[in-house]
Nanobody
């Protein structure tokens, strides 16, 4: 079992920035792929960004150029820097750890973009 704890969500005005953090409880973090997903009210959960153990990244088209995913294996932490936020980014953001056929999810953190 791997626990993932997210933090950093909140209310921000359009054009603002937030940094999400996800801390893992076990060292398998360093060999796992990590990802951020989000789910808006009435919509399905969608991929935001992923990063492999080697540091390769993938982004949804809707966030390219605005969001940056990064990881610190020593701290067992993955980050999502979100800039130029838009109201359409409002959602609950979830951290995911994926290793072979194993997946673990965090509890989610709310991000609200509104004036």
């Amino acid at each position: 079992q791997v626990q993932l704890v997210e933090s950093g969500g909140g209310l921000v005005q359009p054009g603002g920035s937030l940094r999400l953090t996800c801390a893992a409880s076990r060292s398998i973090f360093s060999i796992a792929a990590m990802g951020w997903y989000r789910q808006a009210p009435g919509k399905q959960r969608e991929l935001v960004a992923t990063i492999t153990s080697g540091g390769n990244t993938l982004y949804a088209d809707s966030v390219k150029g605005r969001f940056t995913i990064s990881r610190d294996n020593l701290k067992k932490t993955v980050y999502l820097q979100m800039n130029s936020l838009e109201p359409e980014d409002t959602a609950v953001y979830y951290c995911n750890l994926h290793l072979r056929d194993f997946d673990s999810w965090g509890q989610g953190t709310q991000v609200t973009v509104s004036s």
